[in-house]
Every structure is written in structure tokens, then in C-alpha cells.
DNA sequence: GCTACGAGCGCC
DNA sequence: AAAGGGCGCTCGTAGC
């Protein structure tokens, strides 16, 4: 194993999270100036012209955040920088390998967690803005040499310490979300350049309605109070679209201020203006923008976002007369297959509680729901959705709300978010006794989970864990007692591998479900690519293909039928899937 | 001038 | 008895 890390001029402004990392590596002002590579015998440190790259041919290479060096070094190569091209046997990432132990992804961070090592950072900041050139000049050449020289030793020492943790198809899935940023995903440009002129002629407009715009920060909360002060009007102590306090705020006083309205306006148009044009730096001459997704970016394992533009929270439909997801359109003589996993993480929850009667309900065809209606609803009509369609709206909030130990109050919200019901606080009541007597598995789940939580509390355990049919264990670090204003709490403070979190077992549950549930959708996706159909990205339990026009009809066949079948590990698992052929994304 | 964090908003 | 969860990004403030 060999690590290879490149150093690259930055400024303030010119940025891997402004450009994202294909555009910045590209960059003409990117100037590729140093690479260090350490391992097998080999310990170089310099410009990257001086060293000779087809010695990596054939080779298994690591980098701290491969994402970022794979591209800089094809950068490099169409620069010119590098002289030779070469084909590394593998490029692995340890800043992937250190999230998956549950460590911090930062090189510094991870190195302190692992080994107790400061890594010095100085050189980071003082390179900012600055040149080889000028580290020359000043005199400090041998101190970034040795500070690059250094970062990959200790790239290579953390690989070397934790990698045998890493399984296979964790690491081929770590490999195959870099191969998304090469693919990229075309732009319509037309559509894109129309939004951005809309939106910005919208936000200019709303800036224009709001009375301190001009003197200070528009959205700034104490600026607000202040002004309200001199109205002689109450401020609410949150703006937020669905809290109660601001929602009647703005009935009061909405007709009057038309500021009101437009400070709303104002941050929603800005944040999606913001968001197209981050896609519009990330295009490529080819009309295509690379997709960054960071593998293992939750602590479930889910993919998160990444490097500026987050693919996993496109708006699902039009605001503002501006549909973002169309603007993502198939190559020319190609189309999209979209699909997605029906109700995975309700499925995954009926496995875990080994609910036989409701598994051989949704096995036989019952629509999942109406399942839940049947064995718990007192529902004895047929078709549901169709029969009695409020009921089945019920049936769904109950089924995706209260699994996790949400409370009545919680369920108010979630109920309208899940499902569009609206319930008040005496029918959140009722619903959540009656779903609880109703759904015993699933609430004595709950208790072993914090039976267990319990006992890793009382040992002062350095780690609980729960273990996954897929092989790998969900964990929990450092499980300690809270303490909280009314005395002690049945739960405890445990440390999950991003932060220090709250933690009970209707958490631990909804950890478990996702992270099962992730293992599920990564199982397709490599079945997915093991039949040759390329994935551009995945939203969670969706997949966005790209395939060429003559073979879509069967390209849906096979997604739909993959994702249907259960992976070897959990063949007892009863899984639906479904979705379409399209010309351009969308939900 | 930098980082950390909260508020707010989009998604599954 | 009570308790949904998981993200990223923008803007603004606070603290070093």
C-alpha cells in the first residue's frame, strides 16, 4: 500500500467547497506544485513533475479523502504536471476507512483519535493565499516538504491500523461512490441559466420589500427585533416555516408588513439560487456536473452529501415556478431508470421484531399499510387505499411515526409531515396507546434496546452494539448516564461516531432500522452495477441509472427485479420496488 | 480572520 | 412516564 497526497494552491475564495473538486482541480489558477508518496520502499516528497508516476502503475494506493486526489491527479496529467499516465491497481480512501470505525473523517482528527498524535496545521493556514513560489522565497520550502511528507505517513499508518476492520463490499461501495464523480450527470444549461435569472430577479425583489435591507444582514434575528421594537410589535423568537409561534405571528401581522412575507421569500429564493449555482461552477465542457456523494457520511452508514451540492435534497417539485430536478436530464441516446425500495425501513422494522404475521401479509401481496390497518386498525374491507382514503393516510402516518418511540406531541408534526394527517392533540393521544397495545414487538424492541443501553450504562462500557444479519455491528460509544432538570432520566448520552447524542432504545431502534436498511439498498447497488447498468447516484432507497435508450425497458427489468430480491444475507426479507423510465429527473 | 454553532429549509 | 431518526447548505452571530 502506497499514500499519495497532493498539495494545491488555495485562497480564501478559490476553494475545493466553492468549485467542488473536479472544477477547483481543473482550474487553471490550481496549481498542482507538490505530491508526497510513501510506501513499499518508496518516500518522495516535491514537485509532482520531479517524480515518476508509472512507478504506480499496478499499485494499491491510499489517500486521505481519494475523492480529491484521484481528480487533482488527472488534473494533473491534462496540466501536464504529472508526465506519465498510470493505472494504479486500486485507489482507496482512509478518510472512508476512518468513518467507517466510526473515527472522524479529517486526517488531523482521525489521527488524534486513533494514535493520540497532534498533527501540526499550521502550514494549512499559512498556504493559504500563497505560492510555491513563495514558500521558496520565505524561505519555508523544507517545512511544507516535510508537513506534505509527513501527511501521508500517517495517512499509510492509519490505513495500516485500520483497514483490516474494513470488509470487501464496504470498500468496493467506498470505490464505486468515487466513480459517480467521473460519470457526472448532464445539465440542461437552458433551464439551469433560466433559473438562476428568475430566482435572482425574485430574491432582488423580495431584498427590496424588507426595510433594513441595505443597512444590515437581512436575515439576522436580532436585527428583526430591533425593528420590530421600533414598530411597536412583537418579534417571535422563531421565524421557522412550521413553528406555532411564528405561524401566528404572521397571521397577525402578515397583512400589514409585507416585509413579513418577503424575509420567508427572500431565504428560500436565495438558498435554491445558491444551489444552482453551485451546479453551474461544477459543469464540465462536456455539460455534465460530477456527483459527490460522501460514503458513510451518517453514522448509519447512509451516504450523505458532499462537496457543495447535496444531490439528496433536490426540491421534489417546483418552487417559485423553478423545478430544479428536471434540469437533470439523460445523455443524449440514453435514459434514466429511477427506482426506488417500497417502505424499506417499515420492512426492515418488521424483520428485526420477527413479525411473522405482518412479513407473510406483505409477502402475499397486501399493501403494507393497509397490513398494519388489517392487524391492528380493525380494518376488514378490501382495497383500503381506495375504500376509505383518510384511514389509509392514518394507517401510514401510524406505520411511519411510531415506530421509534415518537410521543403524542411529536406525532401531531410528524403525522402532517409523514402523511398529511391532521390530528389534534387528544387523537394523538388515543393513536399512540392504541398503535403501543397494538404493536408489542415492536415496543418490546424498544425495552431490550434500552435494557441493554441500561447495562452499558451501569459497566461504564467503552462500547454497546448492536449487530446487523449483514455482518456489521451498529455502535454506540461510551454510554453514560444523563442527567437532566428533573433528576435522572431512564436514557443516556452516548458518543455515535459524529457526536454526542441522546439516546434511548426508540432511538437505538430507528438507528438500526436505517443502518439495516442502508445495507439493504447498498446489496442492490452493487447488483445493480454487477449487471452492467451504470448508477449515477442514490438518494437513500432511491437509484438514479443512466442507460443507453435501446436497452431502458430492460434496464427497469432488472433494477426493479434486483431490488425486489433480498440480498443473500437476509433472503427471508420481503422487499418491493418501483419506479420508471425517464428522460429527466424527477419524483 | 478563523472556527463553531444555531436558525432555517430542503430531502429520505 | 416520556422519547422519531438521519443528513448538507446558507446565513448570521459569537468567541477566540
Redesign the pocket.
Known amino acids: 500500500m502506497i499514500a499519495v497526497d497532493f498539495e494545491t494552491y488555495y485562497s ?1 475564495t478559490h476553494t475545493v ?2 468549485l467542488g473538486p473536479w472544477a477547483y482541480a481543473h482550474h487553471p489558477k490550481t496549481d498542482i506544485y507538490m505530491v508526497s508518496v510513501v510506501g513499499e520502499g518508496i518516500e518522495f516528497v516535491g514537485d509532482p513533475s520531479d517524480f515518476d508516476f508509472s512507478r504506480l502503475t499496478g499499485r494499491d494506493l491510499v489517500s486521505h479523502n481519494a475523492a480529491f486526489d484521484s481528480v487533482v491527479a488527472r488534473a494533473a496529467i491534462s496540466k501536464g504536471t504529472i508526465k506519465q499516465t498510470f493505472v494504479p491497481k486500486s485507489w482507496s480512501c482512509s478518510a472512508d476507512l476512518a468513518a467507517y470505525c466510526g473515527q472522524p473523517r479529517s486526517l488531523a482528527d482521525a489521527v488524534k483519535a486513533v494514535f493520540g498524535h497532534e498533527l501540526p496545521k499550521v502550514m ?2 499559512v498556504m ?2 500563497k505560492s510555491w513560489q513563495w514558500a521558496q522565497d520565505k524561505g519555508k520550502a523544507g517545512q511544507l516538504l516535510e508537513y506534505a511528507l509527513n501527511d501521508s505517513r500517517w495517512c499509510l499508518k492509519l490505513w495500516e491500523k485500520l483497514a483490516p476492520q474494513w470488509p470487501i463490499h464496504e470498500r468496493r461501495l467506498s470505490a464505486h461512490t468515487r466513480t459517480l464523480q467521473w460519470r457526472g450527470v448532464n445539465v440542461e444549461a437552458d433551464k439551469l441559466r433560466t433559473g438562476i435569472t428568475h430566482l435572482a430577479e425574485l430574491n432582488a425583489a423580495a431584498a427590496d420589500k424588507i426595510p433594513w435591507a441595505g443597512d ?8 428583526l427585533r430591533d425593528y420590530c421594537q421600533t414598530l411597536g410589535i412583537p418579534a ?8 406555532d409561534e ?1 405561524i401566528a405571528w404572521e397571521d397577525k401581522y402578515g397583512d400589514r408588513f409585507e416585509w413579513i412575507a418577503a424575509l ?1 421569500d427572500y ?2 429564493t ?6 444552482l ?2 451546479i453551474d461552477v461544477r459543469r464540465r465542457a462536456d455539460g455534465t456536473m460530477p456527483v ?1 456523494l ?1 460514503y458513510w ?4 452508514g ?1 451516504w ?7 444531490m ?6 417546483e ?1 417559485f415556478n423553478v423545478n430544479v430536478r428536471p434540469m437533470f436530464m439523460a445523455r443524449s441516446g440514453h435514459k434514466f431508470v429511477i427506482v ?1 425500495l417500497s417502505q ?2 417499515p420492512r426492515v422494522l418488521y424483520w428485526l421484531t420477527g413479525d411473522a404475521p405482518m412479513l407473510d401479509a406483505i409477502r402475499s401481496g397486501v399493501p403494507l399499510y393497509e397490513a398494519h390497518a388489517r392487524a391492528t386498525m380493525g380494518w376488514t374491507g378490501g382495497k383500503m387505499k381506495d375504500e376509505a382514503p383518510d384511514l389509509y393516510r392514518l394507517a401510514k402516518a401510524r406505520v ?2 411510531l ?9 401531531q ?2 403525522a402532517q ?2 402523511a398529511g394527517v391532521t390530528l389534534d392533540a387528544a387523537q394523538c393521544e388515543d393513536t399512540v396507546r392504541q398503535w403501543r397495545s397494538g404493536n408489542e414487538r415492536i ?1 418490546k424492541f ?1 425495552l431490550s434496546l ?1 435494557r441493554k443501553l441500561g447495562c452499558g450504562v451501569n459497566s461504564q462500557a467503552d462500547h454497546i452494539e448492536f449487530g446487523l444479519p449483514s455482518g456489521r455491528p451498529v455502535r454506540w460509544w461510551q454510554p453514560r448516564l444523563r442527567i437532566d432538570e ?1 433528576g435522572t ?3 443516556a448520552n452516548a458518543f ?4 454526542w ?2 439516546l ?4 437505538m431502534t ?2 438500526i ?2 443502518a439495516l436498511a442502508r445495507d439493504v439498498f447498498a446489496d442492490c447497488v452493487m447488483r445493480i452495477e454487477a449487471n452492467g447498468i451504470r448508477v449515477l447516484w442514490t ?4 437509484v438514479i441509472c443512466e442507460v443507453p435508450e435501446d436497452q431502458a425497458d430492460d434496464a427497469l427489468d432488472t433494477v426493479t427485479r434486483i431490488m425486489s430480491t433480498p440480498p443473500d444475507w437476509i433472503s427471508d426479507l420481503p422487499l418491493a420496488a418501483e419506479g420508471g423510465i425517464e428522460n429527466h429527473y424527477a ?1
Open positions: 480564501r467547497s466553492t494549512r493556514q493559504s493565499g444590515g444582514a437581512i436575515l439576522s434575528l436580532p436585527v417571535p423568537k422563531s421565524l421557522a416555516k412550521d413553528s411564528a420567508r431565504r428560500r436565495n438558498i435554491l439560487l445558491q444551489k449555482q453551485a459527490n460522501k457520511g451518517a453514522h448509519t447512509r450523505s452529501g458532499d462537496a457543495g451540492v447535496n439528496q435534497n433536490l426540491p421534489r417539485s418552487m426506488d424499506i425501513e411511519l411515526g415506530g421509534y418511540g415518537c410521543g403524542p406531541g411529536k406525532f408534526h410528524v409531515a409523514l415496543c424498544w434500552t428533573t432520566n431512564p436514557g455515535n461516531g459524529k457526536g447524542t441522546y434511548w432504545g426508540g432511538k430507528e438507528n432500522v436505517q438518494v437513500h432507497d432511491e419524483k
